[in-house]
Each structure stands twice: as C-alpha cells, then as structure tokens.
C-alpha cells in the first residue's frame, strides 16, 4: 500500500515501537500518544470524516497548534484520502481570507487559541460547510473536534499510488502572497530516504525537537517524517518559540536532535551566552529556512560542542535537499547536494554557471511538487521538467561546496559587481553588537544602487556612534566597496511565520 499513513503510522502499530510514545507536548502536564494509540485514533479519524461527509479528494484546512490532535487528523485525513491543508499560525486575518478562498476546503480545523482570528470570516465564506474547533468550546455554527471525534468509529484505510495529492502546503509568502504547494503520497518517505536517513542520520532512540512548526515543509519534515520513519520520539510545542521557552524545553526534555532557524539560533545564542547552556546532549542541529551566519554556528558549537548542519530546503521540494553534513561542516557555505538530489547553477539564459561563478540555483529530485493551485504561469516557470527553480543565487566554489548569495530578486550590482545581501548581513552579524541584519538595496542621489542595513541589536547595545564602526567593520570583514551606506537601527525585522526575512517590505521602506 503506498498510502503514506501506512508506512509511517500502521507499520508500527503492532512491532516494537507499538506503546513507545510517538509525540508528547512540551507543557507541564502536556498530553502524549503513542505510535499505538496514533493507528488506532487515526483509524477513527476515517470514520470522523466519513460521519461528516468528507470524502477522498475534499480539502480540510488545518489551522492548528503543534499538539497532539495534530498527527492524529493529519494521518487521519491521509487515510481517508481526504487532503489536508496546512496553514501557517501567526497571519492575519486577511490572509487566511485569501488562502481559504483559494483552497475552497469544505472543512476547517482550527485550535481553540486561534479561531478569534478566523471568526470574522467565516460567515462569508461560502465554500465552508464545518468548522471543528479543538482544544476549547465550540462557539456557535462550530463543532467540538473532541466530541464529534468520540462518535466516530474506525474505518478501512485505502490504498492510494505514490503520485497521488496527500496534502497541501502554502508557501511562507517571503516574497509576496503565499502559494498553494501540492506534494504526494510518495514525497514523504523519499525526504525520509534521503536527507533523514543519509544526512541527519536520525535513529530509533533519538528524541527531536524542532522549533519551526509542522505546518512548515522544514518543520513537518523535523517533527513528523523523520521521527516516525524510525520510531523516534517528537517533542511538540503548542506555543512560540522564545529563548526563554526553547531553553526549558531543552532543560527538561533533554532532546538529542534539535531543528531551529537561524533567527532563533541567533537569539538563542546570546541567550544563553548571558544565562549558561542547560545540561543537554545534542547529537545533531540543523537549520534551514535561511542561510547560517558563520558567527552564529560558531558561538553554537561552543555552547553545546555541537555543530549545526545548515542546510537549504523549500516549500517546493518539501525538505534540504542541500546541505553540510556531520563530520563535514564548512560553516559560511549551504554545503553540498543531499543524495538523490541533483542540482545546478545556472545564468539568466539557462547557460550552466562554471566553478567560481554565480546563478540561480536549479534542483531535481524526487520530492518535487506537482505544482502551485492555481497558478498555472508560476507553476511553468518553476517547475521545469524534472527541475524546479528554487530563485536563489548561489557560488559553486572549487571544492564543490555551494554558497549563499541572495534570493534571485534581493541580489543587486554595486559598481557594476554582482552583491550579496547575505555577505554583508554575515559580516554585521559577527559583531557583538549586531543580533541580526537585514541588507536591501537603495538609489543614491546619483541614482545608482547602493547597500542600506537594518540593524536589531543585541540587548545591552547602544546605537551611540556605531554607525561608523559597523561600515568599517564591514569594509574589513567583506570589502571595501560593500560596506552599506546607510544604517537604520531597527527593534526587529519583517519576518514570516517560518523566520524568513521579508526584505521586500524592507525595499519599500528604504
């Protein structure tokens, strides 16, 4: 059966792994499941939505916290072939407006916490038939998730082909409007196969936390794919990620794989640079959703003596498919290609891009997306054939290893040479004053493109004359002609839910 509920739920419903928790939330007195109870509840779930009329192919949005309903709808919809769709947590109003119009799902499950924030739209959307609050009481015109779910009785799992659409993501909307993603069946265990087998390394006894959420492709991956692919055991955290929070979390869990972003690593850092690290044993940190700074995996490994595998992945490709690897960290570089993926360099007339060069980054493998909903133009300039676009820019050094530059539209020329936004951001972040950066570009009085900063400090910072002493540390860290122009200091920056830069808003404030 290539169902992907089967491989990664129902094979290990009655093996080893049967009474061995598969999820257990971070909060005191957090609930927790076992792979067991997982079959067994998500086996429910194809009765649950078979009382309610949902039937294989209906969409069902999923506005939910990382908590146990989690899994147990989301495995549950891919047994009944009904496709879930996962919805970033922290937008506004407006914006699930847009994605649920676009979806059209019949359903929606949201958690109680988050339902004020899709009430005033619900009554006019038109393609919604029910909504099952979880977690709270039902308002009314909704239902409780737990009291429909305590009516429903098991139902058969079908059989699906690899190819078939198991579930929807919507891209992080770094660049504009989000995006409805399409993956299969067979996409899941091709991340697991590869970067969870051959890169993370991930084992039966391993306990995971990962600070980017499950409905993130990164953080789906972290918490869902690669734990259950092995039997291991995921640590979910309903609430936000602070560095006061992810600190307990370490301290009283104790996980041995821990997944963040680069905004966190940062902040988590000088976090604990001023508190002390908690006694914890890491075996394997990854990031992804950005590029590393250097400065930021270095203070890591000296709080923890454990490297962090920066890696690049995408909402269209599900999970890294470039990446360093342990024993092979090379920290200021993206590493190299995942096994079983293939990836290329190219310039803006497809002519492939030689060692030292730079171009957009193109790759192929296996967990590609079908396509974005409703998007037919971006879907064909994307998805070329086997190849899909990824709209970075990136350097191939002589060694093999790959180099972040830029997203394609935030790379701009100074003095007629190509600069990476990145570069500079780098070389700010590795001074002590500096807790993360944002570089765009700005039209001088000449009208010529020129590097402009946003700066946050680091607490305890003062702003006083240190303009001045960033340029220079700028100029002697990355360049002369690099050094921005102009500094603004800034309380922090416009980011996605998934930690990503938004430096388009940042181009129309510059």
């Not at 084992?203 to 995971?208: G, I, L, Q, T």
């Amino acid at each position: 059966m290539a169902n992907a509920a089967q491989y990664f739920v129902s094979r290990h419903s009655a093996g080893p792994f049967a009474n061995k928790t598969a999820f257990r939330e971070a909060q005191e007195g957090g609930a927790e499941i076992t792979y067991g109870e997982l079959d067994a509840q998500s086996d429910r779930m194809i009765g649950f939505f078979a009382d309610h009329g949902l039937r294989r192919e209906d969409r069902v949005a999923m506005l939910v916290l990382d908590e146990i309903a989690y899994p147990v709808a989301f495995f549950g919809a891919l047994k009944s072939g009904v496709v879930p769709i996962l919805l970033n947590t922290l937008l506004a109003t407006p914006v699930y407006e847009a994605i649920l119009n676009d979806c059209r799902a019949r359903a929606l499950f949201v958690s109680a916490a988050l339902y004020p924030v899709v009430e005033p739209i619900l009554a006019a959307y038109q393609h919604l038939e029910k909504v099952f609050v979880i977690g709270g009481d039902a308002p009314s015109g909704t239902l409780s998730f737990e009291a429909e779910f305590a009516k429903a009785s098991p139902g058969p799992m079908i059989d699906t082909s690899d190819d078939e659409t198991a579930f929807w993501l919507y891209s992080s909307g770094s660049t504009g409007t989000p995006k409805g993603v399409l993956h299969a069946h067979g996409s899941m265990k091709a991340t697991a196969d590869t970067y969870g087998a051959q890169v993370l390394g991930i084992e039966e006894n391993d306990v995971v936390h990962s600070v980017a959420k499950i409905f993130f492709a990164y953080g789906l991956g972290n918490a869902i794919t690669f734990p259950m692919a092995v039997g291991a055991t995921t640590i979910l955290n309903p609430g936000r990620p602070t560095p006061e929070g992810v600190t307990d979390i370490l301290a009283r869990h104790k996980p041995t794989i821990f997944c963040g972003v680069p905004t966190l690593y940062a902040a988590l850092g000088a976090h604990l640079e001023a508190v002390g690290a908690p006694d914890v044993k890491l075996r394997r940190c990854i990031s992804a959703g950005e590029a590393l700074p250097a400065d930021v995996g270095e203070r890591w490994k000296r709080l923890f003596n454990c490297d962090i595998l920066d890696g690049v992945g995408s909402t269209e490709m599900l999970h890294i498919f470039l990446s360093n690897a342990p024993g092979d960290v090379v920290y200021g570089t993206s590493g190299v290609a995942v096994p079983g993926y293939d990836l290329r360099l190219v310039e803006d007339d497809g002519a492939v891009v030689e060692p030292g060069g730079i171009g957009e980054l193109l790759v192929r493998g296996v967990s590609a997306a079908d396509g974005y909903w409703n998007q037919r133009t971006k879907s064909r300039t994307t998805f070329e054939g086997e190849w899909t676009r990824t709209g970075d820019k990136y350097e191939l050094g002589a060694d093999g290893r790959y180099i972040y530059c830029g997203r394609t539209d935030d790379m701009f020329k100074v003095s007629g040479i190509w600069l990476s936004p990145f570069e500079v951001e780098s070389a700010l972040a590795s001074h002590p004053a500096v807790l993360e950066s944002a570089v765009v570009a700005k039209r001088d009085e000449d009208g010529l493109e020129k590097p402009k900063a946003f700066v946050v400090l680091n607490v305890g910072a003062s702003a006083d004359g240190l303009e001045t002493a960033l340029q220079e540390h700028v100029k002697e860290t990355a360049g002369k002609w690099k050094y921005p122009r102009w500094i603004e200091f800034a309380e922090d920056l416009p980011k996605t839910a998934t930690g990503k830069i938004q430096r388009f808003k940042l181009r129309d404030d510059a």
